[in-house]
């Protein structure tokens, strides 16, 4: 609530801070609301000619890795990610993870051209949790992302109380094998208790398998209060169980399973 309280946002020490999405700091009469810090650092990474001992801070001085400029962040960070294979070759440490920052946004070079590969590291490919309000991830690709432990989501894309948006990703060939109590769902993409609106994202080729009396609740995009899927494409996702058949294991959604949305 702008301009809501009582008394100057100066005497209050909140002139420095901001409750808007856009940023602006708090000036006049107090704003009603949690106040983040403003000033924020945007961040570059390249992996063709960056560095992690670079300030990562303009195009010319890239970080390498994902990894590194994620460290960085502080609240509204944008990292700027150029043409390329991000991987373990590369130096990333999976799973990419972004947490209790407000603003955030991953915006890649193209979901053809700049790929997020974790093959190898058996893990989801990104999370982002606890990011509101004007989260946002746009332009790469999520791949080979794998996890083995009962109840896994998203092994590619995983959203959890984010507001914002996520459009034109791709999220193929990733891979939910549980071999534990809980069911997996949204090998490809998952979301949950999000304010999100998914746009022209590729969802394919994702595989989810839950275990024993377990069911396997879709291997494409798995939506529990997510918000809004719009002009996505969801081809070729496979959702099984390898339970015994004495308990009736099911699967459902082989491409896309919603739930209280």
């Not at 000036?27 to 990474?45: E, N, Q, R």
């Not at 915006?107 to 053809?112: E, K, M, S, T």
Request: hydrophobic share 35%; proline share 2%.
């Amino acid at each position: 609530c702008v301009n809501a309280g009582s008394q100057l946002a100066s005497l209050a020490g909140l002139d420095g801070r901001t409750t808007r999405m856009d940023g602006l700091p708090d000036s006049g009469t107090v704003d009603l609301g949690f106040h983040f810090v403003t000033g924020t650092v945007d961040y570059y990474v390249s992996a063709g000619s960056g560095s992690d001992t670079n300030p990562g801070t303009s195009a010319g001085s890239a970080f390498k890795t994902i990894t590194r400029a994620l460290s960085a962040i502080g609240h509204g960070s944008h990292v700027n990610v150029a043409t390329g294979l991000y991987d373990v070759a590369n130096g990333e440490t999976f799973p990419l993870d972004v947490r209790h920052r407000y603003g955030v946004q991953i915006l890649g070079a193209g979901r053809d051209t700049t790929i997020v590969d974790a093959n190898t590291a058996n893990q989801r490919c990104l999370g982002m949790s606890c990011n509101y309000p004007d989260a946002n991830v746009r332009g790469l690709a999520f791949t080979r992302g794998r996890m083995t432990a009962g109840g896994s989501l998203g092994a590619g894309l995983y959203l959890a109380h984010m507001q914002g948006m996520g459009a034109d990703c791709a999220m193929s060939n990733n891979v939910i094998l549980t071999g534990g109590w809980g069911a997996p769902g949204g090998a490809g993409l998952a979301g949950a208790l999000c304010d999100a609106v998914v746009s022209n994202c590729v969802v394919q080729g994702n595989t989810a398998q839950s275990w024993y009396a377990e069911s396997c609740q879709a291997a494409g995009i798995w939506a529990y209060n997510l918000g809004a899927i719009i002009n996505c494409e969801i081809v070729s996702n496979t959702a099984y169980s390898t339970g015994d058949g004495s308990w009736h294991p099911s699967s459902y959604g082989g491409g896309l399973y919603l739930s209280g949305n």
